[in-house]
């Protein structure tokens, strides 16, 4: 199993910045794919960013350039670097692992808050 711990989310204005952390209980080297996804209030989680364990990275078109994910494996650690935040970016932030074979299994982190307003 894989146990995520999500941090940084925060109140931040328009045009500002924040780093969302998000912890693995194990090596995330083993880990076939981390990702972040959100969840605005009143619409579906949707995927934010990925990246694989191979260091491939994918994002949504609505944060490209503005969003980086990166991974520190010797901390266990995927980062999401938050540039340019806009009021649409206001969600809950959740940290997704996909681990396991011969099917994975996809784990799930307890969210962090991020809010954009003036």
Do not use: H
């Amino acid at each position: 199993q894989v146990q995520l711990v999500e941090s940084g989310g925060d109140l931040v204005q328009p045009g500002g910045s924040l780093r969302l952390s998000c912890q693995a209980s194990r090596n995330i080297f083993s880990i076939n794919v981390m990702g972040w996804y959100r969840q605005a209030p009143g619409k579906e989680r949707e995927l934010v960013a990925s990246i694989s364990r191979g260091g491939s990275t994918n994002y949504a078109d609505s944060v490209k350039g503005r969003f980086t994910i990166s991974r520190d494996n010797a901390k266990n650690t995927v980062y999401l670097q938050m540039n340019s935040l806009k009021p649409e970016d206001t969600a809950v932030y959740y940290c997704k692992a996909l681990w396991g074979a011969p099917v994975p299994t996809a784990y799930w982190g307890q969210g962090t808050q991020v809010t954009v307003s003036s």
